[in-house]
């Protein structure tokens, strides 16, 4: 017994050595998708902004969007719910088709004046690219499962330059309310890899704001936290029911799906350009900004989380949690 303890920390040296290298390729394909992912957003949101007509066309962009689901992504629509499902019950190969797809139906969104976030889209390509790995080791079941939440992670922690929080939300999705210790090397190996393939590839993530000091921790700030987060937490569950009711309101009244984010898309553009402004589209993220420096309208959560809920009920591309972020901040 006492020669088997002696080896015990070197258990886990074969699973650590199988899993690095696979783990930094699936971090290398999340941080270059994700690169990709946020250069063009960039891209989009300038010229979107410098050309403000185009949201006029926002119905267009939206029928486009869905015919080309429609015709050729079919087997990848139901996006993150498809990642979920291949987790928890694993199938087939994730097609490479999911990647290109969503990082162009997401463009369209935001090119266009579509209201959402992009790590949803990030997800998605980081774990699909990861997947084509299984092709050439053969992955099933757990192992499987474990490379699909390292390219979760690594798709996460590159889009937003968090490679904690990506491993951590990696090992979430894999098991919510516990964590996979099987999972944790790879997950935070391809998150940290993934974050900086993205920083080695010339983009950089927001800097939100550099806090002067660290405040006290007091029992009171211990409560108001608490309550913050009850608080964020009923919102954000509401954000999600109310998305969840308008995308099942489309699908049974619109049976065509491309005519699903038109007429989305045309309510948007009609909302927007009686408004006037163009703070509640897009990702939100010069908001968020603002926020740390002045008090935002009360009804500005309102407004984001009805357009955004609007734009991905109507079958846009995009993700929720950076819009979701604007949303929770302009509520607090």
Not at 78 to 91: Q, T
Not at 153 to 179: C, D, Q
């Amino acid at each position: 017994m006492k020669q088997l303890r002696q080896f015990e920390p070197f258990i886990a040296f074969p699973h650590l050595i199988k899993w690095l290298p696979i783990s930094v390729v699936a971090g290398i394909l999340a941080g270059i998708a994700s690169a990709a992912l946020l250069a063009s957003l960039e891209w989009a949101t300038n010229w979107r902004e410098s050309h403000r007509w185009i949201i006029a066309f926002l119905p267009l962009g939206g029928f486009l969007s869905g015919w080309i689901y429609h015709q050729f992504g079919q087997t990848v629509e139901a996006g993150n719910n498809l990642l979920l499902e291949e987790i928890h019950n694993p199938k087939k190969v994730i097609p490479f088709r999911m990647a290109p797809l969503v990082l162009l139906g997401t463009d369209l969104t935001h090119f266009f004046g579509g209201s959402a976030g992009r790590e949803g889209t990030a997800l998605q390509m980081g774990a699909s690219l990861a997947d084509q790995v299984t092709k050439i080791l053969h992955f099933k079941g757990a192992n499987r499962r474990i490379l699909l939440t390292a390219g979760i992670s690594g798709g996460f922690a590159s889009v937003f330059g968090t490679p904690l929080a990506g491993t951590v939300f990696g090992l979430e999705v894999l098991a919510i309310g516990k964590i996979h210790y099987d999972a944790l090397f790879p997950s935070l190996i391809a998150a940290i890899v993934g974050n900086q393939v993205t920083l080695l590839l010339g983009l950089h993530h927001t800097a939100y704001r550099h806090a002067p000091l660290i405040p006290t921790l007091t029992i009171w700030g211990l409560i108001s936290a608490i309550i913050a987060g009850v608080i964020f937490g009923i919102v954000a569950r509401f954000f999600a029911k109310v998305t969840h009711k308008i995308s099942h309101l489309f699908k049974t009244k619109i049976s065509y799906p491309p005519m699903r984010p038109l007429i989305g898309g045309a309510i948007i553009a009609a909302i927007v350009g009686l408004s006037g402004t163009t703070k509640y589209i897009g990702l939100g993220i010069s908001t968020i900004v603002d926020s740390f420096y002045t008090q935002l309208p009360p009804w500005d959560f309102a407004a984001k989380l009805g357009l955004t809920a609007l734009t991905l009920g109507a079958g846009f591309k995009g993700g929720e949690v950076t819009p979701c972020y604007q949303v929770l901040i302009a509520f607090g």
